[in-house]
């Protein structure tokens, strides 16, 4: 119960202390707009998010057609004959 009590008094110590207050929001607005500023152009991370959006559709195509493959393992008996004709 002692541990208790210490922790009561401390949080009535606590609520009556005052805080500082300190308005740092003309700051904060300006570092924003100063970054906003620096990151007007093209950053290299968008030119590598770009190249890998490409990447992954021109991949994506390729296991499309390969899927067909996959799904069906009786359509790889025929595979290499698709040139030549029956008749």
Same mark, same amino acid.
């Given at each position: *119960?002692?541990?208790?009590? +210490?922790?009561? %008094?401390?949080? %009535?110590?606590? &609520?009556?202390? %005052?805080?500082? &207050?300190?308005?740092?929001? %003309?700051?904060? *607005?300006? $570092?924003?707009?100063?970054?906003? &500023? $620096?990151? #007007?152009? *093209? +950053?290299?991370?968008?030119?590598? #998010?770009?190249?890998?959006?490409? #990447?992954?559709? +021109? ?10 493959? +996959? #799904?069906?393992?009786?359509? &790889?008996?025929? *595979? ?8």
């Amino acid at each position: *119960m002692d541990a208790i009590k +210490i922790i009561e %008094k401390l949080a %009535k110590t606590a &609520q009556k202390e %005052k805080t500082l &207050q300190i308005d740092v929001s %003309k700051a904060v *607005m300006l $570092e924003i707009g100063l970054l906003r &500023q $620096e990151n #007007a152009g *093209m +950053i290299p991370f968008e030119w590598f #998010a770009g190249i890998s959006a490409v #990447a992954a559709s +021109i991949i994506t195509v390729f296991s499309l057609n390969a899927w067909r493959y +996959i #799904a069906d393992p009786f359509i &790889q008996l025929f *595979m290499p004959l698709q040139g030549v004709l029956p008749w």
